[in-house]
């Protein structure tokens, strides 16, 4: 966990440098939106079998699209399938500024349990999945999600499968690559062996172990994507942002989206929400200016001196 410690310097200097969040950052040889959106919550609970109600999870999808969001993140092992059967359905022919973002190395079981899938006949199979599923001929962008310690980052090679990906790529089914659930170390092994032009990682107000990382991949002009901004907050960090939230007219949401919105210029958002209020609240995060007394206090979370 980051060692950082909010002072009146840190605070200063994070102010002064905080982007205009409706800026745009590269995604591969694309620019997006910063906000953009995460479909895995469109499938049914545990992101398994097909939602309660299709219609609404179609209208939510119509609805971020005409709102503006050029930056999707899906996965074929959503559901299975479901999440690409759902844009698809929703948004195809797709707009020509959409950039939609996969991911392969995963596979479910008949229980919904999750398990690695490493061998270049799955990696491979799961390109076509994603290919057929979204009614497309080449993939955008795709993230090869490392399951060596199944849902936790675990060091080891990423060689083998990488180089599979890397192949996928050679034939033209695959236009660009990132990385998901990954090590620094491993981060570095992929860009040694092919271009990675976004990581997808955990991290958020609590939870910032890549903070070196980030600044690394901002200098080289690599996106950081964050998933979970609310997970892992133990009860009195989730009290702190409640409470900041509360003193600027935000949802917790909001100021946590925010606050990763200002950390660092390469990063892009895909919160993910079935509800299309949640989606707008989500969206609204983008204009929201956190003040240096709240940007203060969600430093301390961080620092373990909250209060």
Known sequence: MSNFVADDAAVALIIVTMIDVRKTFALGARTVKRVGYGAMQLAGPGVFGPPKDGQAALAVLREAVASGIDHIDTSDYYGPHITNQLICEALHPYPSDLVI??????????????????????????????????????????????????????????????????????????RHIGLSNVTTKQVAEGRARAKIVCVQNHYNLAHRDDDTLIDELAAAGVAYVPFFPLGGFTPLQSTVLSDVAKALGATPMQVALAWMLQRAANILLIPGTSSMEHLRENLAAANLKLPNEAVTRLNRIAAGTVR
Do not use: C, Y
């Not at 919904?112 to 979204?134: I, K, M, Q």
């Not at 060091?155 to 996928?168: H, M, N, Q, R, T």
């Open 101 to 174: 973002v996969t991911k392969i190395g995963a596979k479910r079981g008949k229980d919904g349990s999750w398990s690695p899938a490493f061998s270049a006949e799955a990696l491979t199979s799961a390109v076509h999945d994603n290919l057929r599923n979204l009614k497309v001929d080449v993939l955008e962008v795709v993230n090869l999600r490392i399951m060596f310690g199944v849902h936790q980052p675990t060091e080891g090679s990423i060689e083998a499968p990488l180089s599979v990906l890397a192949d996928l790529q050679r034939q033209g089914l695959v």
